[in-house]
């Protein structure tokens, strides 16, 4: 069965530092891997997902991520974090080879909540 | 214009009560969801609905019945509330429920407290 871990509940980072925020998966196939970013009283928003291709991605808001197959890795990066960065942020795992059915789900890690001061 | 909708944005009753929570999205996607987030924000997907029919059931209890009556909208009833049920629940919408790699279109929540 697939699964998402991220092993930090909370990322603390001053303000122009470069952030990481980790995840790693298990899933038996090649994974599609998803970061989402919740705000406070919101619904998530998608920043950037890996499907093929360059393990280097980048997406929303500055945001990048590398896949690391070997280690089964996804972390999420950014060069120079803002106070407005601070959220939680989720990644997600699903296996194509299953999809359509029931194992397909996308599966959310526990969330790490990033926090960025000035 | 909100993309994916629900209402009501708060919800508090009583143990036992029924209650609906409403989801409607304007994307012209043909497939939604609804994920539980816990009180430790764990996210669980519940359900999943594409082009009105029912592609994924997990293990919810029978309380909770997803109503779709169309592919913009996907309705939670929930029966018989107990104090587990509290949580906040989202739904979320992506283009094609056989695409693996679409994303997913949240909306902003529905804190259930039940009392």
């Known amino acids: 069965a697939q699964s998402v871990a991220q092993p930090e509940d909370q990322v603390n980072v001053a303000e122009g530092n470069p952030l990481t925020v980790k995840c790693t998966y298990s899933?038996?196939?090649?994974?599609?891997l998803f970061w989402y970013v919740q705000y406070p009283n919101r619904g998530l928003q998608f920043l950037l997902k890996?499907?093929?291709?360059?393990?280097l991605v980048k997406g929303s808001y500055g945001f990048e991520a590398e896949f690391n197959k070997s280690q089964t890795s996804f972390h999420l990066k950014k060069p120079s974090a803002l106070v407005s960065d601070s959220a939680l942020y989720f990644c997600?795992?699903?296996?194509?080879?299953?999809?359509?059915?029931?194992?397909?789900?996308?599966?959310f890690g526990k969330g790490t909540k990033l926090s960025v001061k000035p | 214009d909100t993309a994916v909708s629900q209402t009501p944005k708060y919800l508090v009753t009583q143990m036992g009560n029924d209650k609906s929570i409403k989801c409607e999205q304007n994307?012209?996607?043909?497939?939604m969801y609804w994920y539980k987030q816990d009180s430790k924000k764990f996210l669980k997907i519940m359900f999943s609905?594409?082009?009105?029919?029912?592609?994924i059931n997990e293990t919810v209890p029978n309380r909770f019945s997803p109503k779709s009556p169309d592919k913009a909208h996907l309705n939670l009833h929930i029966n018989s509330l107990e104090l587990g049920d509290s949580a906040v629940y989202f739904c979320?919408?992506?283009?094609?429920?056989?695409?693996?790699?679409?994303?997913?279109?949240f909306g902003s929540g529905t804190q259930l407290s039940v009392l």
């Open positions: 609905y594409n082009n009105k029919e029912l592609i």
């Open positions: 899933v038996s196939g090649n994974p599609y």
């Open positions: 994307l012209g996607h043909d497939t």
């Open positions: 997600a795992v699903r296996d194509p080879r299953n999809y359509g059915g029931s194992q397909g789900n996308l599966i």
């Open positions: 979320a919408s992506s283009q094609s429920g056989y695409r693996a790699n679409e994303k997913l279109f």
């Open positions: 890996y499907i093929t291709g360059d393990n």
